[in-house]
């Protein structure tokens, strides 16, 4: 990777957006740097499409300022802003074809008849929509709109690239696809794109950067290793990835204490002699020899391929406990519902939170 | 299942004399202003003479100008109007239920009553009746039906295109001529062609708002004086061509509202 971060050319700074009593996004303040990939993650309701449409100035925010590229971009009408949205709805314009769509941004450009054709057919090209020019939007497949939609926004040349739930409506595998798609495509044309999304493994696939917003408010920001290794608190990591939640307790030798095991987690900034909550990974959990760990049975095995997530009735939790076991290699023959194991926490990557 | 056999075969009997009793008075009218004789009772060969005689009686010429004249200017100013009515209620994030019990309340009401109501208003302002109070008159209802026709498309119109033109760039005129209206013109010509054919065949509030005198009397008026003397084959041409356009815009205009829903 050679991304070249530069400056900030998306400012977000300290912005409030009410509707009504509901506070839909609440001083949050965000620096979005030149050729991210950058992904807004967060539950329904959370505000990420209020913050979204914001920057592309649908909304006008309660208070704080936007700032494209040092301008303030704050109340400034849609149209005047050097930066595009690309649709949940896709939103093409039924009663033009793929080619009229693409050329309808650089018409309202007054560009010259000449130009505008050349870049028509420059995107079309780009984005394998040749063969479908001269379609009506109702003529076309989900994925097939969704390129066109990506394709009208993207021969703009914006500043930054606005993306609205995009891959949402189409199915699994698609949309695995075109998540490798959108991103060969912004290392291509070299556009700055923040990307609304309730997929955490879209957000983690795709992006530079994710930022988790709950209530108006970022939790977390940070690269995709950062927010799945080391979330910051305990709803981040619940919301990202497959998470054990275990209560226990932090004793005064600043060990955790579970189920009669001490473990030497990162306690850093928690209290001593009080209780705790640990989070581990799947993959932070392992089969260890009858005798030694945590005992537990079986309940559940769930197959996929390399490796299968099995799940654990102990008397830590209520809930089974999710455990990775490798396919290949020791611990297969056992992981069998109805067999009592023993488990093991990798201390070193299991996280304490205190709330 | 004799019994089901039975249940369905009155339930078609009932049909055919119900659409029998509806349509077959029409289709004699039809067929009798083809009649060589004028005589209601015999057939005496396929002749077009009415028709022929319609065109030289200058005062049906004279009535058939005037509805002419009333639909088209009750269309424009209605089409406009309604479709500006439909797309501000739809656009409102409130929602009034008073506005909207007004804009469809002349859907409803009945045309004796509005007919009185506005003769009354227009004697009570002095205003000198004609062409002109027809038209108003025309229009307060055919508003109502081109509003409802606009506002059923835009059920279902989806408001991110014209954010979407927005955002590529276009001001909210340009967004309105490019892309509104162009997506919502069947059904604005769909209502168009429905308030033409209601504002062609309406009789009472015409009636009541045109005034005194034969100059502003309309085709549905001219009928029912000529009427009055008998059923002439020419009434049956006049009224086979009246319904003819009628039929027609009604036609076109479930035709665009049907294949606009299909796309």
Avoid at chain 2, 217 to 234: A, N
């Amino acid at each position: 990777m050679n991304i070249d971060f530069k400056a900030p050319v998306l400012a977000v700074d300290t912005v409030v957006k009410r509707f009504g009593k509901t506070v839909a996004v609440n001083g949050l303040s965000l620096d979005i740097r030149e050729n991210e990939f950058f992904a807004l993650l967060g539950p329904s309701g959370c505000g990420k499409t209020t913050l979204l449409r914001m920057i592309a100035g649908f909304e006008v925010p309660d208070k704080g300022r936007i700032r494209l590229g040092g301008i303030d971009i704050t109340e400034q009408a849609p149209e005047k802003r050097p930066l595009n949205l690309m649709f949940q709805s896709y939103a093409l314009f039924p009663h033009m074809t793929v080619r009229q769509n693409l050329a309808y941004g650089l018409e309202m450009e007054r560009l010259g008849k000449t130009e505008i054709s050349a870049r028509v057919e420059e995107m079309l090209k780009t984005t394998d929509l040749q063969a479908l020019a001269e379609r009506k939007p109702a003529e076309l497949s989900g994925g097939q709109k969704q390129r066109v939609a990506l394709a009208r926004a993207l021969i703009k040349r914006p500043k930054v690239l606005l993306l609205d739930e995009p891959l949402g409506a189409l199915d699994k595998k698609l949309r695995e696809k075109m998540q490798l798609e959108l991103k060969r495509l912004q290392n291509e044309v070299g556009i700055t794109f923040i990307i609304v999304t309730h997929d955490q493994e879209e957000a983690l696939v795709m992006a530079d950067r994710v930022a988790v917003l709950k209530d108006g408010s970022i939790l977390q920001c940070g690269t995709p290793e950062e927010v799945y290794e080391r979330p910051a608190n305990r709803f981040v990591a619940g919301f990202i990835g497959v998470m054990n939640f275990i209560e226990g307790e932090i004793g005064s030798d600043a060990l955790f204490r579970v189920g009669g095991e001490a473990l030497a987690c990162d306690l850093e900034g928690l209290k001593r002699n009080a209780t705790a909550v640990l989070a581990a990974r799947p993959e932070n959990i392992s089969l260890k020899p009858t005798g030694a760990g945590i005992a537990g049975t079986i309940v559940d095995v769930a197959y996929h391929g390399l490796d299968r997530q099995i799940y654990v009735k102990t008397a830590l939790s209520p809930a089974p406990l999710q455990v990775r076991v490798a396919a290949i290699g020791p611990g297969v023959a056992a992981a069998q519902t109805g067999a009592i194991v023993s488990l093991g926490f990798d201390a070193a990557a299991c996280r304490i939170f205190q709330d | 299942m004799a019994n089901a056999l039975r249940i369905k075969l009155a339930g078609r009997t009932i049909l055919v004399l119900v659409f029998g009793f509806l349509y077959l008075p029409i289709a004699v009218l039809v067929l009798l202003s083809f009649n060589q004789s004028g005589l209601p009772t015999t057939w005496s060969g396929f002749s077009l003479r009415w028709y022929v005689s319609l065109a030289g009686n200058s005062d049906i010429l004279h009535a058939a100008w005037n509805t002419l004249v009333v639909a088209i200017f009750a269309t424009l100013i209605a089409t406009v109007l309604g479709t500006m009515l439909a797309i501000g209620m739809e656009t409102r994030k409130r929602k009034s239920t008073p506005l909207e019990a007004l804009a469809f309340a002349p859907m409803v009401i009945p045309d004796i009553v509005l007919a009185v109501a506005l003769l009354t208003l227009f004697s009570r302002l002095n205003v000198t009746m004609g062409l002109h109070t027809i038209i108003v008159s025309h229009v307060i209802f055919d508003l109502a039906f081109v509003c409802s026709v606009v506002r059923a498309r835009l059920k279902n119109f989806d408001f991110s295109i014209v954010e979407a033109s927005r955002d590529l760039g276009a001001s909210s005129f340009t967004t309105f001529w490019r892309i509104t209206f162009p997506v919502l013109l069947p059904a604005v010509v769909a209502g168009a062609l429905l308030a033409f054919t209601l504002s062609v065949d309406e009789f009472i509030i015409a009636f009541f708002t045109s005034g005194a005198g034969r100059s502003s009397i309309t085709l549905p008026m001219q009928i029912y004086s000529m009427i009055r003397f008998g059923v002439t084959p020419e009434i049956n041409a006049l009224a086979t061509i009246v319904m003819g356009v009628s039929a027609a815009a009604l036609l076109i205009s479930q035709w665009l509202n049907k294949e606009q829903m299909t796309r």
